[in-house]
């Protein structure tokens, strides 16, 4: 091993990585937005997708969606220091692989090439709910909602039938049955 | 109707209504309406200063050891980015202070207007939080949230951005309601629970440490006296990090030294050996731990702190205890005294072989140092100073380096708030103003800032400061012509290249002293040294002490290189017989 010049401690064990998926709701203002995502990028943190918007205009609040990886005293120390921020109300947070609660995404696909091809898009999209937004004789707007993981894989399988352009929105969240997220 | 104010005169009013003596500030363009209004308002007193970063820790001196918040005012853009050390060294080390910035008029905003800056984006990770006023109405209600944020929880640095148009803009003002919860964020979240759990830890264990921080300052003088309390009721052994000094007699029986990178041979062979570790309002910084993985591998731990984030983020502990020091303390003197009567002496007996293993760590004398009787030792001068310092209520700031840890390892506190130094941030060039900001609210008392020579270069314009108000602080330079931690570091673990760490054309401290007006000593004997350190206390004024040291002195013991508390390097005196240095040596 090479000498260590450095005065601080490497930490040897690594903690395993898990997917998770924050949900915060903030006080509806300027900068709120800035100072969410200060915290992540300024702690090192990872997004691999954000969703935002009000959902009370009367109470001036918005919902954040973040999803994170991170080992499980990151995904603590993530919601801690969520919490400490003054515009953060209550926050949230679930395992990807958690049962009782929906995460979805929705996508925008816009394939354009021959009618034939198009047909084949709309047809591979048929499992996650595709609305037909836009058509044309040479391209087609397709919007679907799924899983993150699936709406990869259809922009993988598209891409050769004449998908030239994808909009996702990032994943967001809600708890199933009649309970609501504390 | 009830009457306009302007913005200006709503910054005063709010500044009243919190009770706010002193503002340190530098005024500019974007903030000239808010100084129009100084005159009017007598019982508030503006400190000029020299640069920013001068009022932003003469701000943080003034609240390390007055327990109130620091109040800084500066202008826009170059006003606001200098603060921003100041800022950050108060987030590190969590100390309230509110900075009033003004801003370019809120039409220019996003222009690249002159003196412009995105203050509140600059700021944002170096403050609790921070404000942009855009609506004067807004203004007496931001002003009341901002010295709440600071003070409350676990305090520190908050902004408040007011562009000039807002300044000039009236609106009604009405007095702060009290009490007002933010966000529902209260700070005692603990249940008698888990006192108890906490309590029947502290009966079982045979090799306990009490590990205390910068907490117990932040908590108030009283959690200093409920934490005497604690330490002689349970008879544990404590040690405490660089911010926690103070809080625990200094020359106590029961009080290991400081701990961490530059601790006490005791004091960190006690850390890594124990059964029990209690940390109390401190975070496991970097500096204390060591290496992670090999820290305390054998204790339960507890740790009891105000900020929910601060468990669990370096070391992973089995209790956490989350609110004030001073209640949680309290909470745990109750309970003993309640269900314990015979608690003290069984105790007691119980960790006695504890305390005998603590002795024999203490026979090392990890402190120890080869003194000279021609050329002064930076250690002895330290501790000259101590000696003759003791006997009045002294306050002491240091810079950062290795005068900072002779400091800390030589002179001993006994009170709270009577030591500010920058850990966290390790700012050089923090102590001169900080001194000026704790003679401000001490104007009887003696303020010394140890220093080195290298570092105080850094804000030494704050002397002009200093002299314009008269504060006759000390500015005691270990002058060894080296940044002395960092060739410490070249000789250590970097094959002696020393890199840029001697400074070859320092000034003449003396002519410099003289020339802001102020009275300059030198001692470069062993000798003279005591007669020279009261002359310097005997002067009215304030003085610049340049203190010539032995330039090749290095700091000791030191954890090197990221190990664990068992393997210190020791100093010179110990390095023959020391099995453990030997082992430490050869990680060098």
Same mark, same amino acid.
């Given at each position: 091993m090479v000498k260590s010049k450095s005065a601080y401690s490497i930490p040897t064990k690594k903690g395993k990585i898990d997917t998770h998926i924050f949900v915060v709701w903030v006080d509806?203002?300027?900068g709120v937005l800035a100072r969410v995502v200060g915290l992540f990028s300024g702690r090192g943190y990872n997004i691999e997708s954000l969703a935002v918007a009000e959902i009370d205009a009367k109470k001036n609040i918005s919902r954040i969606t973040i999803v994170t990886t991170g080992t499980p005293q990151v995904i603590d120390q993530i919601k801690l220091q969520l919490k400490?921020?003054?515009?953060?109300h209550k926050v949230a947070n679930f395992k990807?692989? &958690?049962?009782n609660v929906i995460f979805k995404e929705m996508a925008l696909l816009k394939i354009v090439g021959p009618k034939n091809k198009i047909d084949k898009c709309i047809n591979a999209c048929n499992?996650?709910? #595709?609305?037909?937004i836009d058509k044309t004789n040479k391209s087609v707007v397709i919007q679907i909602t799924a899983l993150r993981r699936d709406i990869d894989k259809m922009n993988l399988k598209l891409k050769p039938l004449g998908l030239i352009s994808t909009s996702r929105t990032g994943a967001i969240a809600m708890t199933r049955g009649a309970q609501v997220l504390n | 109707m009830s009457k306009l104010y302007s913005g200006a005169e709503i910054v005063f009013k709010c500044l009243e209504d919190q009770d706010v003596e002193f503002i340190f500030g530098y005024p500019g363009g974007a903030v000239l309406p808010i100084y129009d209004e100084?005159?009017? $308002?007598?019982?508030i007193k503006h400190i000029l200063v020299r640069h920013e970063q001068g009022a932003g820790h003469a701000a943080e001196g003034y609240a390390r050891s007055s327990g109130k918040p620091g109040v800084v005012l500066v202008t826009s853009g170059p006003g606001a980015t200098n603060v921003v050390t100041a800022l950050t060294d108060a987030y590190m080390d969590s100390v309230p202070l509110v900075c009033i910035s003004g801003q370019v008029p809120t039409h220019l905003i %996003?222009? &690249?207007?002159?003196?412009?800056?995105d203050t509140t984006g600059i700021t944002r990770p170096c403050t609790k939080h921070n404000w942009l006023v855009k &609506?004067?109405?807004?203004l007496p209600k931001i002003l009341h949230e901002a010295f709440h944020v600071a003070t409350t929880g676990r305090p520190g640095p908050v902004l408040v951005d007011i562009p000039k148009d807002i300044q000039f803009a009236k609106t009604n003002y009405s007095k702060p309601k009290k009490e007002k919860k933010l966000n529902g964020k209260? $700070? *005692?979240? !603990?249940s008698q629970k888990e006192i108890d759990q906490l309590i029947q830890l502290i009966q079982r264990a045979k090799k306990p440490i009490i590990y205390s921080g910068g907490g117990v300052i932040n908590s108030g003088p009283e959690a200093s006296i409920t934490l005497r309390e604690f330490v002689k009721q349970t008879g544990f052994p404590i040690t405490s990090t660089l911010q926690g000094l103070g809080a625990f007699p200094? &020359?106590? /029986?029961?009080f290991l030294g400081m701990l961490g990178m530059h601790g006490t041979y005791e004091a960190n062979n006690a850390m890594h050996d124990c059964d029990l570790l209690i940390n109390i %309002?401190?975070?496991?910084d970097d500096r204390i731990t060591g290496k992670i993985d090999e820290f305390s591998p054998n204790s339960k731990k507890v740790h009891i702190d105000?900020? #929910?984030?601060?468990?669990?983020?370096i070391i992973k502990v089995d209790l956490s205890v989350i609110g004030d020091v001073n209640d949680v303390i309290k909470s745990c003197i109750k309970t003993i005294n309640k269900k314990n009567k015979s608690f003290k002496n069984s105790n007691k007996e119980k960790i006695s072989k504890w305390w005998q293993q603590i002795q024999k760590w203490r026979k090392?004398?990890?402190?120890?140092f080869v003194n000279s009787n021609e050329i002064i030792k930076p250690q002895h001068a330290v501790q000259r100073l101590y000696e003759l310092t003791k006997n009045q209520d002294t306050f002491i700031t240091t810079e950062v380096g290795q005068h900072q840890m002779w400091a800390a390892q030589h002179y001993k506190f006994n009170? #709270? *708030?009577r030591w500010m130094t920058s850990g966290g941030?390790?700012?050089?060039? !923090?102590g001169l103003p900080a001194a000026v900001g704790v003679q401000i609210a001490h104007p009887d008392k003696l303020v010394i800032d140890i220093a080195g020579e290298a570092s105080v270069l850094m804000t030494m314009q704050e002397m002009s400061t200093a002299v314009q108000y008269n504060l006759p602080i000390k500015i005691f330079i270990l002058n060894n012509q080296y940044m002395g931690m960092v060739r410490q570091w070249q000789e250590l673990? $970097? /094959?002696? *290249? !020393?890199? /840029?760490? !001697?400074?070859e054309a320092l000034p003449d401290f003396i002519k410099m002293a003289e020339a802001y007006g102020c009275k300059g000593i030198k001692a470069d004997n062993y000798g003279e040294l005591d007669q020279k350190i009261e002359e310097m206390i005997n002067h009215k004024g304030p003085v610049i002490f340049d203190c010539h040291v032995d330039p090749n002195e290095n700091c000791f013991p030191m954890i090197p290189? %990221?190990?664990? $508390?068992?393997?210190m390097i020791l100093g010179p005196t110990d390095q023959e017989e020391n099995k453990i240095t030997g082992k430490g040596k050869s990680l060098v």
């Open positions: 509806n203002e300027a400490k921020l003054v515009p953060v990807r692989e &958690d049962k499992k996650f709910n #595709p609305v037909i | 100084l005159q009017n $308002h007598s019982s %996003g222009t &690249d207007a002159f003196q412009e800056c &609506d004067v109405k807004e209260s $700070h *005692n979240k !603990y200094g &020359d106590d /029986e029961q %309002g401190a975070r496991f105000i900020d #929910p984030s601060s468990i669990n983020k090392k004398n990890s402190l120890g009170k #709270p *708030n941030l390790g700012t050089m060039g !923090y673990l $970097h /094959e002696k *290249n !020393y890199s /840029e760490s !001697y400074s290189s %990221g190990k664990p $508390h068992n393997q």
